[in-house]
C-alpha cells in the first residue's frame, strides 16, 4: 500500500497551475455575470397599446 503525504499540494505549490486551468472558466463566469447585469438594466421595450388596439390583440 503506498504512503499517503498529507499536505503535498499547498496553494503556494499548486495554486498557479490550478488557476491556469480553469482560468477559461473564470472569464466565462465573470462575462455571465456582467451580461446578466447589463440586460437587467436595460429598460424594456413599452409598446403604446390603445382601446381601439384591443380587439387585434385579443386571443380567439
Known amino acids: 500500500m503506498a504512503d499517503i503525504k498529507l499536505g ?3 496553494i503556494r505549490s499548486h495554486g498557479r497551475a ?3 486551468i480553469h482560468m477559461h472558466d473564470w472569464i466565462i ?5 456582467i451580461l446578466i447585469i447589463i440586460l437587467n438594466v436595460i429598460e ?3 409598446r403604446f397599446v390603445g ?3 384591443m380587439a ?3 386571443f380567439r
Open 8 to 10: 503535498t499540494h499547498t
Open 51 to 53: 382601446r381601439d388596439m
Open 44 to 46: 424594456p421595450f413599452h
Open 56 to 58: 387585434d390583440l385579443r
Open 29 to 33: 463566469l465573470i462575462l455571465l455575470i
Open 18 to 20: 490550478v488557476a491556469k
